[in-house]
């Protein structure tokens, strides 16, 4: 089944007179439980791409449909529960709460929702990533992959169906790396989660089970190989 | 009068105060209910069935129904998981049953071929002897996929040093490297993981037997180990003859052999029980490789337990 797919998908900035087409006719199909890569140099449109996707950016025209809901239709609340319910986001510069220890930032999505966190669902997902000592430090005494691994947690700590990772491992060496992505895919596989990650680098996309290449706004690479499949 | 107007006025806003606080109480109880109803949900995904009072109350009446589809799953799932476990039992009793014949057969074969025979029988003993060791090579590949069966690899995982792992897979090969002068090299470690001896070690002699397999004569197979925080990654690499850039997602799946290598014998079943072994205690695999100059096969280990 397809979870995540976009119909058409257009994006335009109007920088004065020229048009500038960041998105040109996108159509994405994504399977429950896998882990996709999009591949493309920056400007390629590949963040904004995941920025529709997540519903943090409004297309030009197109659909964004996530797991049968047309995301694009939604009101700006909708959107929003939608969002913290659903999806988890990691970003390249990890976006910790400087003044909340480890724990807090990891359980700030759920008491977002007003629901009281599920402990030993997260005590199960601290220890996965390797977090137990460091639980009640504070994100500025963690290094680059710790706090990376902090900010999985925290995308994780909703159970959403979806984790969408924005150059995850930009700011960390090849090593620390590795291993982070190593983390994303094994928990991924442990509670089922569908990943998209963007990358730039073809050595990270390869831990992916499946590769798009994006060029100038358009897909031209790679297998989107379940478009005929379904609908 | 005026004191009436003041009566009424006092009376009203007593009463909207008490209504207003009666709603307040009603929304809190309500979000209680609501809250308690979603912990009770998230229980019944999990598949938990949980204790119920037998009273009157709407809560033990929910919880009840809510026991009931949980079981009512639970039993569909248990059918289905008879009904496998009975034609799994079937394929490991027929491949086990069929070896000892087969082994008798090679052994009856290899005796004849020792006798003082003319040329046409020594030949077509020598047929009998080829024919059963192809048999016997097919059985064995038969019990290895029945293992691949989901259910079958049942993994312990404890803590043990990579190390030795490492030795016991390189046993498993030695003859066969051995036989075409490839050099197995061994890189020294002293690292932890959390694995299940013996299905890793199945796994990784899977793999170590690809790589003496399609790795000419006189070449190198270097076993290294590299630690990262939270995985361990043996990585196994070979100057053999390579995978293709698109089947290198392909070689993991079932069955699946690549049509350069039809001459080898196998079935496609090594790589998908590694990755099976490997993804169920917590890691994973990589393959990286290009063709006519080798393979890099690196298998993550987590390091603590998961």
Redesign the interface.
Same mark, same amino acid.
């Given at each position: 089944m397809n979870i995540l797919t976009t119909q058409n998908l257009k994006k335009q900035y109007d920088m004065g007179e020229i048009q500038v087409k960041a998105l040109d006719g996108i159509n994405l199909f994504v399977r429950e439980g896998e882990f996709l890569a999009i591949v493309g140099t920056s400007g390629s449109g590949k963040s904004t791409l995941l920025h529709m996707l997540g519903g943090l950016d409004v297309p030009t025209s197109g659909k964004v449909v996530v797991d049968g809901k047309d995301i694009s239709k939604m009101t700006k609340d909708e959107l929003t529960i939608f969002r913290r319910r659903k999806i988890g986001f990691v970003f390249q510069n990890y976006n910790l709460l400087p003044l909340m220890n480890v724990y807090e930032n990891i359980v700030l999505p759920i008491k977002l929702d007003g629901? $009281?966190p /599920?402990r030993d669902y997260v005590e199960q997902i601290i @220890?996965?990533?390797?977090l137990k000592e460091k639980k009640y430090a504070m994100p500025d005494q963690l290094s680059g =992959?710790q706090q990376q691994r902090v900010a999985l947690a925290r995308a994780l700590a909703t159970k959403p169906a979806i984790i969408l990772a924005d150059e995850p491992t930009g700011n960390l060496d090849s $090593? @620390?790396s &590795? /291993?982070v992505l190593?983390?994303m895919? @094994?928990t991924g &596989? *442990?509670f089922g989660q569908t990943i998209v990650m963007i990358t730039h680098n073809d050595e990270i996309a &390869?831990?992916a =089970? *499946?590769i798009i290449r994006l060029e100038d706004g358009k897909i031209c690479g790679g297998e989107n190989r379940y478009a005929e499949s379904e609908e | 009068m005026d004191r009436y107007i003041v009566l009424v006025a006092v009376i009203l806003v007593g009463c909207v105060v008490v209504c207003l606080f009666l709603k307040r109480y009603y929304q809190k109880r309500m979000e209680a209910v609501y809250q308690a109803m979603l912990q009770k949900l998230d229980k019944a995904i999990g598949g938990e069935v949980q204790d119920t009072v037998y009273d009157e109350s709407m809560e033990a009446a929910v919880v009840e129904r809510l026991n009931r589809v949980v079981q009512i799953s639970g039993m569909n799932q248990g059918k289905a998981e008879q009904e496998r476990d009975i034609i799994k039992s079937l394929i490991s009793d027929i491949s086990h049953q069929v070896r000892t014949p087969v082994t008798n057969i090679m052994l009856y074969a290899g005796l004849l071929q020792e006798q003082d025979l003319d040329s046409d029988s020594m030949r077509l003993a020598d047929k009998i002897q080829k024919q059963s060791d192809k048999l016997d090579f097919f059985m064995k590949e038969l019990v290895k996929s029945s293992y691949a069966e989901q259910e079958m690899i049942s993994i312990h995982p404890e803590k043990i040093s990579v190390e030795e792992i490492l030795n016991t897979a390189c046993q498993m090969v030695e003859l066969a490297a051995v036989k075409k002068k490839i050099n197995i090299v061994l890189e020294e470690s002293g690292t932890l993981c959390f694995a299940d001896k013996k299905w890793t070690t199945e796994a990784l002699g899977n793999v170590l037997d690809n790589a003496v397999k399609y790795s000419p004569e006189n070449s190198k197979v270097t076993v290294g180990v590299i630690p990262y925080e939270s995985f361990v990654c043996i990585q196994v690499k070979d100057q053999g003859i390579g995978i293709r850039e698109e089947e290198q997602g392909m070689v993991f799946e079932r069955f699946y052999r690549s049509k350069d290598v039809s001459g080898e014998p196998g079935f496609g079943i090594g790589l998908y029980l590694a990755r099976e072994v490997f993804s169920k205690q917590g890691g994973y695999v990589k393959i990286k490789s290009e063709i006519g100059k080798g393979t890099i096969v690196q298998l993550y280990l987590s390091c603590y337990e998961v």
């Open positions: 629901i $009281r /599920d @220890t996965l990533l390797g =992959g $090593r @620390t &590795q /291993d190593g983390l895919k @094994t &596989q *442990r &390869q831990m =089970g *499946r | -």
